[in-house]
């Protein structure tokens, strides 16, 4: 990582809109970009899992990397997805990627077959040995071969190339093994976790940021949330964090994955479009039901109106600023119990 910074704060994964065909909406994606940009992200992640990879052709996944980098015009750092089904093919998307100018790649261990911690050392060695630019060994064992600390350890000691983790399984003690086994050696790798509901605590054992699909509905808040915490606000940190919780699990366990995150960025005034996974008709009404939650929740920051049938009503508390654009500490706690009481209203909790 010589004359590299190392990857910190939030990057946010991005989310892919779509037109009326399913196509990649370019215009709307620019935007989109921009705003993510001017909200104070500090950097994106395109090509991840919230961006649904797995759903587009691998000439669909360079067209979108082509274009948050050409928007992006090195404004963030930008650590890419390029992730394939093979060694061969994630070489050349890492070699697309470094001729972009991206800043690292995002590499998930071999998806599909579940391998031994041999295989998948010798998978990310292949790659290391043949990569231009800089990988971040990215872990999520819900959806692919989990990496072992013993292998992030010598992976670390015997790859320049690997930089960094992403760690998406939210394990705070696993996360602290992971730091003790590599940072002596290794001071300039970084950690950074997609785990939203665990953000706060990360940065405190040591994380440098996160990768976090909140970040792309609410960019204000995991922004102060990553600032506060890395000032020792603590309290004030603690606020958001347990409020991201709520919106983080509504968005994320009430619909398919990424389908609430969607949902979210729409509200934010986003054309994002229907995604590439078709619903059932009882799916559909549950996101439109949670569609009606997450516009409670972002109507009470200011975020965009009430919905026609109105939300609860909860007095305001008097507290201090907590997050940028006025929203009170008093207020983020009536959110909360707004998103629960509706989430129980509609069954979904």
Wanted: a negative charge; one cysteine or more; glycine letters at 8%.
């Amino acid at each position: 990582m010589a004359n590299q910074e190392r990857l910190h704060g939030i990057y946010t994964p991005n989310l892919v809109p779509l037109d009326d065909r399913g196509e990649v909406n370019e215009p709307v994606l620019r935007e989109y970009i921009d705003w993510l940009i001017a909200k104070g992200v500090h950097g994106l992640y395109p090509n991840g899992s919230t961006g649904e990879f797995t759903r587009f052709t691998t000439e669909e996944r360079r067209r979108i990397l082509a274009i948050i980098a050409d928007q992006t015009a090195g404004r963030v750092p930008i650590l890419a997805g390029a992730a394939e089904a093979n060694t061969r093919e994630t070489i050349k998307a890492c070699e697309y990627a470094h001729s972009l100018g991206i800043r690292a790649v995002a590499i998930v261990a071999p998806f599909y077959y579940k391998l031994s911690p041999g295989a998948v050392y010798a998978y990310f060695k292949e790659i290391a040995r043949n990569t231009p630019i800089d990988v971040t060994l990215y872990n999520i064992p819900m959806f692919a071969s989990p990496i072992d600390v013993p292998t992030i350890q010598r992976l670390s000691e015997e790859c320049p190339k690997i930089v960094a983790i992403k760690d998406s399984t939210g394990d705070v003690p696993n996360m602290i093994r992971m730091i003790q086994a590599v940072r002596p050696n290794r001071p300039e790798f970084a950690f950074m976790t997609g785990w939203d509901a665990a953000l706060m605590p990360m940065l405190l054992i040591g994380c440098d940021g996160g990768t976090n699909a909140s970040s792309g509905v609410v960019p204000e808040m995991t922004r102060k949330l990553y600032d506060l915490t890395m000032a020792l606000r603590l309290d004030e940190a603690r606020l958001i964090q347990y409020d991201l919780v709520t919106l983080f699990d509504a968005m994320l366990f009430h619909a398919e994955f990424p389908d609430g995150f969607r949902a979210g960025a729409s509200l934010r005034g986003f054309n994002i479009g229907r995604g590439r996974q078709p619903l059932s008709d009882k799916q559909e009404s549950d996101l439109s039901a949670l569609r009606n939650t997450i516009q409670c929740l972002l109507s009470r920051h200011g975020f965009t109106d009430v919905p026609c049938g109105g939300c609860p009503v909860q007095p305001k508390a008097v507290s201090t600023d907590i997050v940028s654009g006025g929203v009170q500490a008093g207020e983020v706690s009536d959110i909360v119990r707004s998103v629960v009481e509706e989430l129980k209203r509609k069954g979904l909790m």
